[in-house]
């Protein structure tokens, strides 16, 4: 973000936000606050995950700071999303906005107007094209998630062969894991066959895989870019009973996904980390700007190590919706 003079790059645990409470709850202010929460609806596994994460934040902030208020809004498009951030401008006097952004470049102009009332923004994982608008970033590595598989993959396959890729959504996110995974296999004698969205949506992915199977008869491997993806990625080559396909790829580190890589499995032997939890990080931090005492401005990034067979267990929750 070159607009900002300092970034700070620091791995975030919800549980060691948790545990700070009694700190920030000692220096709690009595200002009456308002925290808008603007999210994606549960359109696939990933944002359930974040709407899960979301709701759990709203009660225990609301419990620990009496004098804050969370309110949380969903959205099924951007458009609704800009419609839902328009009411909410309208209506209350927002101290700080936390947003997941649908795509960024339709909420970039609509944040910025509230950005210019004097709100707070904190924005996650999806970031605004204009990412001076922020005050506060948190997200996943998303140029690691990409360089990380990206590099895995090129010496699995030893520098050659030729893969199929799947991008999200039109966002800064998708952009910087593509650049990530493409600046590593441009410099190797790997070729990308094929580069298409499919708007991490599994139903999608599952047809867009069988488009790239049926056009091209020799694919090395797939990265699905996202575990949602991956999933419709597999069901396809399944289906179509193609064993050329050596290794299957996504990301985000879904449950079933890490089982996969618990297993040994030896399409799917890796994952990349991306928390759906990192949406209650960016709440927790954003309270404590107005109750804690505790300025919070920068960009705060969650390492993406690769997950592989042998640390799997740290990155496996069973119990979690993602």
Known sequence: MKSMLHKTRIL??????????????????????????????????????????????????????PNIDVVLSTASSATAQVSALEDLSATRKLDALVILPFTSEELTGPVQQIKAKGTFISVVDRGLTDP??????????????GANTAQWLSDKLGGEGQIVVLRGIPTVIDDERIKGFSDVINKTGIKILDIQYANWNQDEAFKLMQDYLAKYPKIDAVWANDDDMLLGVIEAIDRAGRKDIKYALGGNGMKQVIEMVKEGNARTPISTPYPPSMIKSAIYMTAAQFDGQAPMRGTFLLGAPLITPENADQFYFPASPF
């Not at 700190?23 to 944002?47: D, F, K, M």
């Not at 608008?133 to 998303?142: K, M, R, W």
């Open 132 to 145: 001076a608008i922020q005050d506060l970033y948190v997200a996943g590595d998303n140029i690691a998630v």
């Open 12 to 65: 975030l645990s919800t549980a060691a936000i948790a545990l700070a409470l009694p700190l920030v709850i000692a220096n709690a202010q009595e200002r009456s606050v308002t925290i808008a929460v603007s999210i994606p609806a549960a359109t696939h596994g990933w944002t359930g995950g974040v709407v899960y994460h979301a709701e759990q934040a709203e009660k225990e902030i609301e419990a620990a700071f």
